[in-house]
């Protein structure tokens, strides 16, 4: 198990390339095995979920070759027979859960084990079940498995997320696509990872209205054709990349191959602590401003600000001139960095769920322990501004999502190395 062994307070320089978008790409590699020849998508990162989810694809048969070094996926599902996804991959990623809109949509039949719960608490699928069902399908759950069926055209009808839901979204989209004679989606996710699900779906074929919009209807076609995709690149690693350089003084930075229109309301939010920001066609150029202004944040679902840079706001924030608060409207309780941060001498104090933080403090070096994707990546935002010496341990965590960090980071002046732990 690997640590980040990092000292500081260290300003970063030079410019970071983002890399491929996790979030994005999933739903594209699930769309893939609806089609009757191989799609191939590009700017694929090198992450543990991309090759959980690819171990994920081939268990049903089909061919998943990865060229990692260029980036380029291509699914072939020609041969793909066994309808099932098993517990033991499903476990290490929800987002395998896709595989039962895929596997239904394409076959009328699917076996796919119940994700679980996460770090931060319990994080049902009743929503893709309950849609599935209005759809025409047949659900059941037994042993942790969804056994799904259903006949040749389900009849379709509408279905209301509530709350909005990402994962639902693309799962009955998937499912819809081949399979339902009209089926509308009310209150339908607009997060950009939807949005480029959908275009690139009816690229392959498919009838998808309201793309982009609140209400999605989707009339199902007999066929789709595999296609070649551009994956976007990462919304959530491009947040993280623009407060990471506004939290020391000194930082000046340029982030390269940005989606900038994926951003949402956040670059709006991001100027309002007073760091300079230039964006152009697919850069960002952030120069840290003297003091950081103390700027509160609600999360909402896109293009509100995303839960997914709560975390790195909120560690911002232990920097910032002043009081603040964060709330979570998405996870009510995604706050285990927290402690942590505090650790490394943050002042921060959660109320229900919403975190309440006073700067500036000067942090200084601790170990801290990674709990999450997003958790994790806000102590090392921390560790690279506090005095002296920290260890950020289990980064397994970050390895799911965030791709060659440290070599980005130590390319920008970071003074952070990657140690394997003794056991
Ligand atoms: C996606 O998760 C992202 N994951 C998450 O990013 C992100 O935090 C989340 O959307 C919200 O933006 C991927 O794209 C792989 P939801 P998802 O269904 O689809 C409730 C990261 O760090 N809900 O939109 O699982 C749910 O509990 C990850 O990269 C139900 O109640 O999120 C939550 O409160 C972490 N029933 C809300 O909806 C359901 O059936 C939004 O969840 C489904 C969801």
Not at 40 to 48: D, E, G, S, V, Y
Not at 122 to 138: C, I, N, Q
Not at 206 to 221: D, K
Not at 364 to 374: H, P, Q, Y
Request: glycine share 8%; net charge negative.
């Amino acid at each position: 198990m690997d640590k980040f062994v990092i000292e500081g307070p260290t300003p970063l320089q030079g410019s970071i390339p983002i890399s491929g978008s996790k979030n994005a790409a999933l739903p594209l590699m699930a769309a893939a095995l609806l089609g009757d020849s191989p799609t191939t998508i590009t700017n694929i990162p090198k992450l543990r979920d991309i090759y959980t989810f690819n171990n994920v694809i081939r268990v049903t048969g089909c061919k998943v070759d990865f060229d990692e070094e260029d980036g380029i996926l291509t699914i072939d599902p020609k041969h793909l027979s066994h309808l099932e996804a098993p517990y033991e991959l499903v476990r290490k990623m929800r987002a395998s859960f896709y595989m039962l809109g895929a596997l239904l949509g394409k076959f009328g039949k699917a076996k796919v084990s119940l994700p679980g719960g996460c770090a931060w608490g319990p994080r049902p699928v009743d929503l893709h079940l309950d849609g599935m069902r209005e759809m025409g399908a047949d659900i059941t759950l037994d042993q942790g498995y969804v056994i799904a069926e259903a006949p040749e055209q389900m009849e379709g009808g509408t279905f209301t997320l509530e709350p909005s839901s990402v994962g639902a979204t693309v799962n009955l989209v998937l499912a819809s696509v081949l399979r339902a004679k009209e089926f509308t989606i009310k209150n339908a996710a607009r997060e950009p990872d939807v949005v480029l699900l959908c275009k690139k779906l009816v690229e392959m074929g498919a009838n998808i209205e309201g793309i982009g919009t609140q209400t999605l209807t989707i009339r199902g076609v007999d066929t789709l054709e595999g296609i070649a995709i551009r994956n976007a690149s990462d919304r959530i690693e491009t947040g993280t990349f623009m407060i990471a350089a506004a939290m020391h003084p000194q930082s000046n930075v340029t982030l390269t191959n940005v989606d900038v229109d994926d951003l949402g309301g956040f670059p709006e939010t991001f100027s309002k602590t007073g760091a300079d920001m230039t964006i152009n066609k697919d850069t960002i150029h952030i120069k840290a401003p003297e003091t950081i202004n103390p700027v509160s944040v609600k999360t909402e679902v896109y293009p509100g600000f995303p839960t997914d840079l709560q975390a790195q706001w909120s560690t911002m924030m232990t920097q910032a001139n002043g009081k603040s608060s964060v709330t979570d409207t998405i996870y009510y309780d995604r706050f285990s960095y927290v402690p942590e941060v505090v650790r490394l001498g943050g002042d921060m104090d959660v109320e229900e769920n919403t975190v309440h933080i006073e700067g500036k403090n000067q942090l200084k070096g601790a170990s801290v322990m990674s709990t999450d994707l997003r958790a994790s990546v806000s102590l090392v935002l921390a560790a690279m501004v506090a005095e002296g010496h920290s260890d950020v341990l289990r980064i397994y965590h970050l390895d799911r999502g965030y791709e060659d960090l440290e070599e980005k980071l130590t390319n920008v002046g970071a003074n952070i190395k990657r140690v394997a732990q003794e056991k």
